[in-house]
């Protein structure tokens, strides 16, 4: 990228606004976790997301493997889970060690979040150095009326 534009676009793509969610995901006897902020309500009806997880994250073979995944919303105090979840997991180490979770068909429910969508993968798009992932809701449950964590990065080139 020309060095002028991206410093001319850097701090105006880092102010777009985000969520913060910890992405889940479960097939056979392998799941995992991970922290993701690149998501957006993508439709109404059938109601739809959109994802964004880096290539070559050992989580995204198990979102294609399985076909779906949990999106757990972030509460305004992230964190314990930023904590937990900040340093990363291989899909063989024990990701929700220590957390209340509940077991969801598309991933794992993290109850300390405020509110969850399960998802089911219909597309995938690569996009640069990451791969979309759009996905139909299929079931959801919020558990309070707390606000979300809303992350605003200084820089639109790294997270």
Wanted: glycine content about 10%.
């Amino acid at each position: 990228m020309d060095e002028q534009l991206k410093s001319a676009v850097s701090r105006p793509l880092g102010q777009v606004p985000s969520g913060c969610y910890v992405l889940t995901t479960v097939h056979g006897d392998r799941a995992g976790g991970i922290l993701v902020s690149w998501v957006q309500q993508a439709s109404f009806e059938p109601p739809m997301v959109t994802v964004a997880i880096r290539q070559g994250r050992p989580i995204a073979a198990l979102v294609e493997s399985s076909g779906g995944f949990v999106l757990n919303q972030v509460p305004e105090n992230p964190l314990p889970l930023f904590r937990h979840f900040g340093r990363g997991f291989e899909l063989d180490q024990p990701a929700f060690e220590g957390l209340k979770t509940e077991p969801d068909p598309h991933g794992v429910v993290l109850r300390d979040c405020q509110s969850f969508l399960a998802c089911r993968v219909v597309q995938t798009v690569d996009c640069g150095d990451h791969r979309l992932y759009v996905a139909e809701v299929v079931g959801g449950r919020s558990r309070s009326d707390a606000r979300p964590y809303v992350h605003l990065r200084s820089n639109g080139f790294n997270y």
